[in-house]
Structure formats: C-alpha cells, structure tokens
C-alpha cells in the first residue's frame, strides 16, 4: 500500500525558525510546477499500484486554487489504484482559508485539513513570524468545518523561545477547546543560522530547561488523553476511529511497526522526501526527551 506526499513549496512569506524545502509565492512558477508535478505523477514507474492516502504538503498548500489541487488529486486517481475512502490531506496555514476556498476544496476531493497553527499565544506567533493570530486560527477551524470538512488536524509547536510551561498549557487547552479529530505536537528545532536563533540572540530570548521541556511533552499527552485522544505516534493522538493514515504512513521512525506493515510514501515534487524525515528528527527528540536522555 502506498501514500502519496506531494509537496508545494510555495509559501507567502517565510517563517525565520523555517528549514523546509520552499521559496515564495510566484503565481507563474506556481503554475509550472502544477504542470510538473501533474506529469511526474502521470510518468511514475509505481503505476497502478494502490495508494490509499494523498497528503499535500509545503510550503503551504492552500495557495494553490482548488481547481489545481483538484487536478493533481485526479491525476493521483488515473495513475494508481486508490479508493473512493482515500484520506485526501491539504496542510492550510490558517491566514489561507475562507468558508468559500474550503467547500470548494472539499469538491476538489480533499476531505482532510491539517492546520499549522503552532500557536495559540500571540507572542509565541509573533516572534515565530507567523502572519495568522490564534483568534484567526480558530477561526479556520470553524470555517473548514462549515466548508463541509469533518476531519481537521492541527499542528502545535513547544519548547518556543520564551516559552512557559503555563504558555504551552494555554495552547493545549484551547487546542482542547477547539476539537480537532487530531493533532501534533512537535518540538522546536533551531536549525545553525536560523533568522530566529540570530532574533533570539539580539532579543535576550531562551529556552526552557530540558527538563521543562520534557514535562510540557509529558503534561501535553496526559492532557489530551483526558480529553479523548489516543496517542498513537511519539508526536501524534487523535480521537478513535480518527488515526490519520497519514500519520502513521510518515511516522516510520517512530513505530517499527507501521514501517514493516506499510510501504514508505511515494514523494512527488520539489521535495520527494515526506516530511516525516524532518519531523523525524523532532520525534526522535521528543522520544529522547520522553526516555529521560
Ligand atoms: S509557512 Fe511553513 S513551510 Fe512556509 S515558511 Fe512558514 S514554516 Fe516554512
């Protein structure tokens, strides 16, 4: 079994803790890329096989207009086997989305959003260079919902600079609040040279201790367990019967179990390597942090 990871790496402007695989938005270059992309997935050699997963990653996905995405998932279609249930994932950043742009993505064939929210704590956005607010951020969740969309994911960040263990608690209770089917948590990663590690160093800013870092990780999985959610990957829960099949595709490195009974993702675009090898890295960490080393 397969799933297929597209990646766009297009982004409106770029977040200064960002090592991703993207560039800025270019609407010429946008639509070349979509031409790309919709011909490497025609020409794959994995023709025919069944996949049962498409997840559009970036970058940020949710510039591309509906009918492109549309196109790739029907491409996606004509070249392998895929059932009509196939979790369709559209990563969104939230400043994207619109009641309107999400029923016309649900009838391109996404029938899953996943929003990088990060945050909840307007400082914590702001001096990740985030241009969504956490008021907008619930916002999207809201308009996905009334867009038709029944299966939201969000993505939250710890251990930010200046962050508190009260801080990260105030993003996970409103994650709480808000109910998505399923969420991440992952660690910061200051990569060498980052714009924000410079920013940090210019602003006096710091990390929690180790030690503090590991208990937000802990507390967050205690937390979110009492409100329903099963962890089933070092980084990912969700609620039964809503395990992303996503998650599990990517999160190879931490589930042996996962890898042995599915195939890897069959990346397609810019990047060909799903982001769980980056995500990878912070899992990794988590799971240092959650052994104690
Ligand atoms: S929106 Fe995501 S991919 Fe784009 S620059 Fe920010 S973190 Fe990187």
Redesign the pocket.
Known sequence: MLGLYLHI?F?????N????N?GLFDEGLKSRYVDALEREILGSSLRGRTADTIFFG???PSLLEPEEIGRLITVSRATFAMPATAEVTL?T?PETSSRERMERFRAAGVNRISF?V?SFREPELKR????HTADRAVRAVDEARAGGIDNVSLDLMMWLPQQTRDDWRQSVETLVAVGPEHASLYLLELYPNSPLKEEMARSGWSLAPDEDAAGMYLWSLERLDAAGYRQYEISNVARPGTTSNTGRMASGSASAAVRTRRSPACGRGMSRVPRSTFRGSRQARARRLSDGR
């Open positions: 790496p982004c409106s402007s770029i977040c803790y960002c090592n991703f993207r970036g970058g940020t990563e950043n990088g990060q990740l260079g985030r241009l």
